[in-house]
């Protein structure tokens, strides 16, 4: 995870909990289609992106993802 400056990072929490709730429904939807989960942040902009997911910008979706880890939801992304 990488360090936000404070901008970055003042996404509302309701916002927050949203775009989490997104990239759960997101992991669901692929794993369901596809057997396997891709990281939240590869199926941005592909053809395999869900629905779910296109109202949030990528920052949010980052910041979702990072919440998730922290939490333990998520593994961190393979560097």
Do not use: W
Not at 2 to 23: G, T, Y
Not at 40 to 69: H, N, Y
């Amino acid at each position: 995870m990488k360090k936000r400056s404070r901008q970055e990072s003042d996404i509302d929490p309701l916002r927050l909990i949203a775009a989490s709730e997104a990239v759960i429904q997101a992991l669901q939807e692929t794993q369901n289609e596809q057997g396997q989960a891709s990281h939240p942040l590869s199926l941005l902009g592909s053809p395999a992106q869900p629905a779910c997911l296109t109202e949030f910008t990528r920052p949010e979706i980052e910041q979702a993802t990072d919440f998730l880890v922290r939490l333990g939801v998520l593994e961190p992304a393979p560097e």
